[in-house]
């Protein structure tokens, strides 16, 4: 058995914070939407949930990934880490 059990541990220390490696796709592709400054108001309708710039990002790293459809694109949001 294992000589160091703690059963009175109440929490587990997990780290949220996830940086992926540097020469990641995901890092080339912050770097050029941030160059590229997309920030126009919209006056028509309801407001956007999410920046243009944010969306801008998901829709080039899915494409990258070949992921095409809108419905593919919102799951690998969800599951991929680097996505979010």
């Excluded at 592709?29 to 956007?48: A, C, T, W």
């Excluded at 801008?56 to 880490?81: D, G, H, M, P, S």
Aim: proline share 6%; hydrophobic share 35%.
């Amino acid at each position: 058995m294992c000589d160091y059990y703690n059963t009175n541990q109440l929490s587990l220390d997990i780290s949220y914070a996830y940086i992926p490696e540097p020469n990641h796709t995901a890092h080339y592709i912050n770097q050029l939407v941030d160059q590229l400054e997309v920030d126009h108001p919209y006056v028509f309708g309801r407001p956007r949930e999410y920046p243009l710039s944010c969306l801008l990002k998901l829709i080039l790293f899915a494409y990258t990934r070949e992921v095409f459809t809108r419905r593919k694109i919102e799951r690998l949001a969800q599951e991929n880490l680097t996505a979010q």
